[in-house]
């Protein structure tokens, strides 16, 4: 058994000998760059012995047993993501505080990420009694630490005061004019909102929409600008009500519209279980939307409920979304934030890491953490940042992200 790096664009393929008993390799904690090949043939039949995986959610697809995190390729084409010398690093960490959740942005000008703390999850900090926090870290900051020969990296996370109309941020995109664009799940019976804030002191925020023709949205989570229309777009499902700090739905699970110039909320699509992250192609004529229905909050996980990225074509007067079809089905956990390179390959924060597939909605290879992974953001060209709850990671590979300010 042995394993092998992806050298230049050319993938080096190899058998998997003995899936089920193959050897750990050894890693560098929290920092690893090792690529692992898995031909979709050889793990085809299990045989009538083998222990199948009964929960999406506790078991993982990790057939040579390599200790992660590690690059897990699928198919030859995921050397051109990755490029000659793909690497993980673990930047920041706090095992007591899951402070990186999602919502994260890149901000060009100072090299920094913003992101957000688990909003009612498991190590948040939050309820209905307590906000979850936004924070930053400097990229500038951690590579120098890197470039030094820091072993375990861990930079300093900046913490954001903002205001009371920011409750439990889920999601953020941009930067639009210098500005986050945040969107905020609310708490209890303070309302969901979309808001632009400051990433510097003091942190001030402008509240942009907070309702629908009166009514409260359920728990705002996740948000994209549409690249030509510049409209922002946001999903609404149940999860602070299925997290215990929002009340009951009032609205069902809908895809919204909300155009900063006019004003104007319209519903663009719905038909969803639990929906979650969005991510529109580089000329906005396609959109991926996650329905994560699996994951129940308190209502517990239910593997035969969607775990499902979906594509539409957007309509292009109306911007309703068109065409449903299954882009991809996740083999683990639940696709939870999305983003797409310039490449147009989809990647899917899920159970085990990241999962990233081609326009075809081919699983080309994955980002392995063995842990979930609720959002990433490209810093630039060749720089993925990972939301690991307890950790970021930073990657460095070949691909580009959209510009989505
Ligand atoms: C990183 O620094 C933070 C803040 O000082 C600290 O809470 C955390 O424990 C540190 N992480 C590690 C792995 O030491
Ligand atoms: C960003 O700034 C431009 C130019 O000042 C302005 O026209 C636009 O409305 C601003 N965008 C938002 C979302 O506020
Ligand atoms: C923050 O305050 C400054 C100064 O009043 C203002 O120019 C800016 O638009 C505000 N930013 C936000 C996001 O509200
Ligand atoms: C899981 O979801 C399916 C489909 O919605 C439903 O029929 C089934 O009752 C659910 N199972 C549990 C244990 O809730
Ligand atoms: C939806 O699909 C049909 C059939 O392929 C196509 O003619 C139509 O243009 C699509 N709608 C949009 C908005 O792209």
């Not at 517990?300 to 299954?326: H, K, L």
Request: hydrophobic share 40%; proline share 7%; aromatic share 10%.
């Amino acid at each position: 058994m042995r394993f092998t790096c992806v050298h230049g664009r050319q993938a080096v393929l190899f058998t998997i000998a003995n899936a089920l008993t193959a050897a750990t390799a050894p890693t560098v904690s929290g920092s690893n760059n090792q690529v692992v090949f898995i031909n979709p043939k050889d793990t085809n039949v299990f045989g009538p012995k083998a222990t199948f995986r009964d929960n999406t959610f506790g078991t993982f697809f990790n057939p040579t047993n390599t200790a992660p995190p590690f690059f897990q390729a699928f198919h030859p084409s995921f050397s051109s993501v990755l490029g000659r010398s793909p690497s993980i690093k673990r930047i920041a960490s706090d095992p007591t505080f899951a402070f990186a959740h999602e919502a994260p942005i890149w901000l060009e000008e100072t090299d920094e990420v913003t992101f957000a703390s688990n909003a009612g999850g498991p190590l948040g900090r939050s309820d209905l009694e307590r906000n979850n926090q936004v924070g930053k870290i400097s990229l500038k900051e951690a590579e120098r630490m890197i470039e030094n020969g820091v072993k375990d990296v861990n930079v300093t996370v900046t913490k954001f005061s903002l205001p009371e109309t920011v409750q439990m941020t889920n999601g953020g995109t941009g930067p639009v004019n210098g500005s986050l664009l945040l969107v905020n799940s609310g708490r209890g019976s303070l309302p969901p909102s979309i808001v632009l804030a400051n990433p510097q002191t003091p942190f001030n925020a402008t509240v942009l929409l907070d309702n629908y023709f009166g009514r409260q949205f359920n728990s705002i989570n996740d948000v994209k600008i549409h690249p030509i229309s510049k409209a922002i777009f946001f999903t609404d499902p149940p999860y602070g009500y299925l997290n215990g700090f929002r009340p009951e739905p009032l609205l069902p699970s809908q895809v919204y519209r909300f155009d900063p110039f006019t004003g104007v909320v319209s519903v663009v699509a719905d038909g969803f279980d639990r929906m979650n992250g969005i991510a529109f192609t580089q000329d906005g004529d396609k959109v991926y939307i996650g329905d994560s229905g699996a994951g129940g909050g308190f209502l517990g996980n239910n593997q035969t409920e969607p775990a499902t990225i979906y594509a539409f074509d957007v309509d292009p007067v109306s911007q309703t979304f068109r065409n449903r079809s299954v882009f991809a089905f996740v083999d683990t956990g639940i696709p939870d934030g999305l983003q797409i390179d310039t490449q147009g390959n989809v990647y899917a924060g899920c159970g085990d890491g990241i999962h990233v597939f081609n326009p075809s909605g081919l699983l080309i290879g994955k980002i392995y953490f063995g842990t979930s992974v609720a959002n990433m953001v490209f810093a630039g060209k060749g720089r993925l940042v990972v939301m690991r709850e307890t950790e970021v990671y930073l990657v460095t590979l070949d691909a580009e992200g959209l510009i989505l300010s």
